[in-house]
């Protein structure tokens, strides 16, 4: 397992942008599978994107495709997520998980690691 933490959340006015990263620790992160989830208040946990080790190949859902991108550096341990295009309903905690078992999956039992989370705010 790898150790996770977040950072870059805050508030911002809709149509605005924001960039996560996510520090991890471990001589194996660039192995890993890195994903991006999120939770907003009531509601479950989902999946918004994933890159492979290589940076190579990611996954998005549908509802950021397109205003989302996922970035890693191996030789930093970090992932990035650039949120642009911001809407209300992206408000919720971001987390970012590690799989280590090299699924590349949208399923949150497919990430073994995961951050602390950081909040996301976009008032319209």
């Known amino acids: 397992q790898v150790q996770l933490v977040e950072s870059g959340g805050g508030l911002v006015q809709a149509g605005g942008s924001l960039r996560l990263s996510c520090a991890a620790s471990?001589?194996?992160?660039?192995?890993?599978?890195m994903g991006w989830f999120r939770q907003a208040p009531g509601k479950e946990r989902e999946f918004v994107c994933a890159?492979?080790?290589?940076?190579?190949?990611?996954l998005y859902a549908d509802s950021v495709k397109g205003r989302f991108t996922i970035s890693r550096d191996n030789a930093k341990n970090t992932v990035y997520l650039q949120m642009n295009s911001l809407k209300p309903e992206d408000t919720a905690i971001y987390y970012c998980a590690a799989d280590g078992r090299y699924t590349f999956g949208r399923r949150i039992l497919d990430y073994d690691s995961w951050g602390q989370g950081t909040q996301v705010t976009v008032s319209s």
């Open positions: 471990g001589r194996t992160f660039s192995r890993y599978t």
């Open positions: 890159i492979r080790w290589s940076g190579g190949n990611t």
